[in-house]
């Protein structure tokens, strides 16, 4: 109960200040004949109901869980190296064994201390949707971000509105709460919303960046502002890891386009999983 709790806090707050906003607020506003307000409460409704169904999204979808594989009973710590390095667009990137999921991490993939899973492109553990940001869900939770971010904006602007043409003003108590909800919540909304719109054209997730992971001019995913965007936005949502246990125990086969046109079959090695040595071998 206590890890759901920042996410149930999260849902009462952004439904039920809505709704006193609609049930008070707007429907003042509604009835209004000094202005035609009800286009903009039109748009409105929309943006929260696009901000609810993002906002769920983010939370209920697979960040990207990659499969646990089983340990060898052979395996130890002495024969088994922590690291293995890869050239990435000629960046050096090191893969660390994880001992919780039995192979070596795939590039930005990280192991969740709270989820207890291994996720690709691990951005963060969010609290306030209970579930982490990853490659399948970052989409969502971007998206929220910046319809909650328009949501707050409307929703303090036309309750401003409503303040300021009441005689006297302190009447509309139901628009002051709400208001002060607003101004309280919309600076870190918005401070997270730009943060990661400088991630965004970096083409760094915010694990890489707090942990300085690249240096200057040297991180290797990254190509530029708009196909980053685009790598996001853009592209279908990748499959599930979780639930192909059968793939993973396939030996991991790529094929090279040659004059001769043969076939490479990729020699795995004893303590390497598919997914090291797929990514491994990808021009990523």
């Not at 849902?11 to 707007?26: E, H, P």
């Not at 003042?28 to 169904?53: C, D, G, H, R």
């Not at 000629?90 to 709270?114: A, E, I, Q, W």
Request: glycine share 2%.
């Amino acid at each position: 109960m206590c890890k759901q709790f920042p996410f149930i806090a999260a849902c009462i707050v952004l439904i039920s200040a809505t709704v006193v906003f609609n049930v008070f607020t707007a429907r003042a506003l509604w009835q209004s004949k000094e202005f035609n307000f009800i286009p903009i409460l039109v748009i409105e409704e929309i943006v929260f109901l696009f901000t609810l169904l993002n906002f769920f999204q983010a939370a209920f979808t697979d960040p990207g869980v990659l499969q646990r594989e089983k340990a060898e009973d052979d395996q130890n710590d002495f024969h088994t190296p922590l690291f293995k390095a890869v050239i990435i667009r000629n960046v050096s990137v090191r893969l660390k064994y994880c001992d919780s999921c039995n192979f070596y991490r795939p590039p930005r993939t990280s192991h969740c201390s709270m989820c207890n899973n291994c996720v690709e492109n691990f951005d963060h553990h969010c609290p306030w949707i209970n579930n982490c940001i990853g490659r399948r869900n970052y989409r969502f939770f971007f998206t929220f971000l910046l319809a909650l971010s328009i949501h707050i904006l409307m929703v303090l602007a036309l309750s401003l509105y409503q303040i300021a043409t009441q005689d006297p003003p302190w009447k509309e108590i139901p628009s002051m709460v709400i208001a002060c909800v607003c101004v309280l919540t919309i600076f870190p909304i918005m401070g997270l919303l730009f943060f990661h719109i400088a991630l965004l054209k970096m083409g760094l997730t915010t694990n890489e960046q707090v942990t300085h992971k690249f240096p200057s001019n040297t991180n290797p995913y990254t190509n530029g502002f708009w196909h980053n965007f685009s790598v996001i936005f853009c592209r279908s949502k990748p499959l599930r890891y979780v639930g192909y246990k059968s793939l993973c125990k396939q030996p991991a086969r790529l094929k090279f386009l040659s004059s001769a046109g043969k076939d490479y079959q990729l020699q795995q090695d004893d303590t390497s999983s598919a997914y090291s040595i797929n990514v491994e071998n990808t021009n990523v």
